[in-house]
């Protein structure tokens, strides 16, 4: 009997490395193929195999993915970034399963205006939001940053020349009060499974620090049921959201995906990489979480290559030290 293949998309970034440690630990007996935009990332050192794959945006990336399952024999895809989600919901009828929620909301997830927009309709708590051109000094303070950019790339607080910004760009009431990450999991059945939040702090876009916190529980799985109630969601989810000096929780962007700290939250007992294995993979009925406390602070390591080019590498296979 063959292995099980699951094929993880952009082995390049946090994300999808996160997801394929989780599954080697917990999964050690299934292959994983590696796709990215890029012949040589940090994350080749995880996979059995490694495909260059062009941007989600090419009209070619859904014929190359289709390509790689037929030769790979893949049982399940976990995309990573969040058009690879957009895309591969939408043409997920035609592909092997695919662990997302479907294209409507993922492309809804995409934008913060029309998360805003979407949100409002149905008294959402989500961040203010107007598109620069109709930006008439509403709030004291704000920030513009694109709409659909991910990684806190781009931001600008308080500019003065808003109407220079183009309808890429989006403006947001500045929120003081301390930032939280929240990772959910909704079940296939549509059930939410269960959710982890924590205090973090950023570092080029990406969690450098970040402590599990009980506090905002009972506010938080409100906000989500509420989201939960008027959209299909399938799988993992993230919140990014403040909390105010008032206790007020204003999520600010929505992540139809698993995020970059499925590495951390797993060690809390929230393992969303496994209750997507489970149910997706094998039709397993993933376990309730049971969070713990703890707290986590991120490092750079080094995958060294000993006498190799860069052209020489190709995947987990080639000699390599972790340092």
């Excluded at 094929?7 to 599954?23: E, F, K």
């Amino acid at each position: 009997m063959k292995n099980k293949v699951i094929l993880v998309t952009g082995i390049g970034g946090n994300v999808g490395q996160g997801i394929i440690r989780n599954i080697r630990v917990s999964y050690p007996d299934i292959e994983i193929i590696g796709t990215d935009i890029v012949a040589v990332s940090s994350g080749n050192h995880l996979c059995e195999k490694v495909y260059v794959l062009p941007s989600s945006k090419d009209k070619r990336y859904i014929s190359a993915v289709k390509k790689i399952c037929s030769k790979e024999k893949v049982d399940l895809i976990i995309p990573s970034t969040d058009y690879e989600v957009y895309y591969l919901a939408l043409h997920k009828d035609s592909l092997p399963v695919v662990a997302c929620s479907d294209a409507n909301f993922a492309g809804i997830c995409l934008n913060k205006y029309k998360t805003w927009e979407n949100f409002c309709k149905y008294k959402i708590p989500f961040a203010e939001t107007i598109l620069p051109v109709r930006y008439n000094g509403e709030f004291k303070q704000f920030i513009v940053k694109p709409a659909e950019g991910r990684g806190s790339r781009d931001i600008f607080i308080n500019p003065s020349n808003i109407k220079n910004f183009s309808k890429n760009f989006i403006v947001q009431k500045y929120y003081k009060g301390k930032e939280i990450t929240t990772g959910f999991y909704v079940t296939k059945s549509g059930t939410l499974l269960g959710h982890i939040t924590m205090l973090r702090a950023l570092n080029n876009g990406t969690t450098s620090q970040c402590e599990v916190t009980r506090d905002y529980d009972n506010a938080v799985e409100e906000i989500i049921k509420k989201i939960m109630s008027h959209f299909s969601i399938k799988g993992s989810c993230n919140i990014q959201s403040i909390v105010t000096k008032n206790g007020n929780i204003i999520p600010f962007e929505l992540n139809c995906r698993i995020s970059g700290t499925n590495s951390i939250r797993s060690h809390f007992g929230f393992e969303d990489v496994c209750y997507t294995v489970d149910e997706y993979l094998y039709n397993k009925t993933p376990k309730k979480p049971i969070i713990i406390g703890g707290s986590a602070v991120r490092i750079l390591m080094d995958v060294i290559y000993p006498w190799k080019k860069l052209s020489e590498i190709e995947n987990k296979s080639t000699e390599h030290i972790i340092f």
